[in-house]
């Protein structure tokens, strides 16, 4: 049975390809809830694909998390970008005197059971002024540990090296090899 990447991402989609070459895409419009915990976000999401169509699911939430409020903006980053923008979370980071930070994503795999697994990938970094323009969301405020280039001045290739989607989406396919 095939695996479906719930996903309207065109990039997240083609990053995800590269580790895990048999995922068909499945662009279907669904509820999110909002929820601090990203793990109830996901499983809303698989449950409610799941009454839709029977199949094999995964989906993933990506989460910023500034060091200097713990907890946030989280899975809420969202909305942190459409109210305060890039820049404004850059201003945040400035005015509360710590620029760390960390990208985190999980994956969810709903299999033919209805069972769901989750896979967490995790990178640590620095908010910066923002700077580049590949990707999308926050990626040219967050600037990883150990690297001078923001995720956006970023190639996709770069990127795909080392980021936390990658991670997780390896932890999911050493998972499928075994299943």
């Known amino acids: 049975m095939k695996l479906l ?3 309207g991402n065109d990039g997240k989609f083609r990053a995800a390809k590269l580790i895990l070459p048999e995922i068909e895409k499945l662009d279907i419009d669904l509820q999110e809830i909002q929820e601090i915990n990203p793990k109830k976000i996901i499983e809303a999401k698989l449950n409610e694909a799941n009454k839709l169509k029977k199949g094999r699911f995964m989906i ?30 850059f201003q945040l980071a400035k ?13 969810g795999y709903m299999d033919n059971q209805d069972k ?11 908010i910066v002024k923002p700077r580049g323009s590949n990707g999308y969301g926050w990626d040219e405020i967050f600037q990883p540990k150990g690297h001078k280039k ?23 396919r050493e998972y499928l090899e075994k299943e």
């Open 60 to 89: 993933s939430d990506g989460s910023l998390y500034l060091e200097a409020i713990p907890g946030l903006p989280g899975p809420l980053i969202k909305w942190f970008e459409k109210t305060i923008g890039n820049q404004g979370l």
């Open 5 to 7: 990447y719930i996903t």
């Open 95 to 107: 005015k509360m005197g710590n620029f760390n930070a960390y990208a985190k994503v999980i994956v």
């Open 150 to 172: 923001t995720f956006a001045e970023m190639t996709a290739e770069e990127k795909n090296k080392i980021s936390h989607g990658r991670i997780a989406l390896e932890k999911l």
């Open 116 to 126: 769901i697994s989750y896979f967490e990938g995790e990178i640590r970094g620095k």
